[in-house]
C-alpha cells in the first residue's frame, strides 16, 4: 500500500517531464585533483516571464544561472540573457544527426529504448559526438553530467550522482553515490546551497 502511494505521488510530481517545479540535481565535480572535487546542487525553483514565455528558473546553489522551459518532446534552454536553445529533443530517432548549438560538431543518435528508473519508464538516449565519446539524455532527467548541459568538453568532470522531486528519488548512480558516501546526508540536504569536497571540507 505504501509502494503504490509513494508511486502515485511520484506520478504527480513528475509525469515524464524535466521542467517541473522542485526537481532537484545532486552532481559530483570530479576532476583528477582530489582538492577541487565536490558536489553541487542544481534546482527549479520559480517561474519567470521572458518575452511572454514562461520559463522555470534553474538554480546552482543559490545562483541563478538561467531558465528551461518544456514543449512536448523538446526542452528549451536560456541561459541567463543569452538566446534560447534547443537542449534536448527526445523526439530524435537512431541515425539522426544535428549541429551542436554552442559548438561546430555533430551530435548522432545512437541508440533509443525505453529504461525503467525507479518504476517510471523514461526514453533513453545514447549519442556519439562527431563519431567519438557518447553521453546519455534520460527523458525527465536530462543529462547524466547535469541538466544544463548536453555537450562533451574538456575538462567537463560534472556527474550526476542523484535527482529527486520534492523529496522522491527518480535517478541515481550507484556508483557514483558510493563514491561520495563520506559526504553525510546534513550536507547533501535539501536548499543547502554549500559545496563540499570529496573529504566532507565546506
Known sequence: MLSLLSLTTYAQNDNGQLVVEGKTWTIFHYPLSKEYQY???????????INEITYKKLYKGNTYTGALREEGEKVYYRENNCNEVCLYD???????????SRSSGNWTVISKENKEYFG???TTLVLS?????????????G???SPDCNIVQAGNYDNLVISTVNNDTIYKDPTMYNIITNITQTQMS????AMY???GRK
Open 39 to 49: 558536489t553541487y546542487r542544481m534546482q527549479l525553483k520559480g517561474d519567470t516571464t
Open 129 to 141: 559526438y562527431n563519431n567519438e565519446s557518447g553521453i546519455t539524455w534520460i527523458r525527465g532527467i
Open 190 to 193: 535539501e536548499g543547502n546551497a
Open 143 to 145: 543529462s547524466l553530467s
Open 197 to 199: 569536497d570529496i573529504s
Open 90 to 100: 527526445f523526439g530524435l530517432n537512431v541515425g539522426d544527426s544535428f549541429l551542436d
Open 120 to 122: 517510471q519508464e523514461r
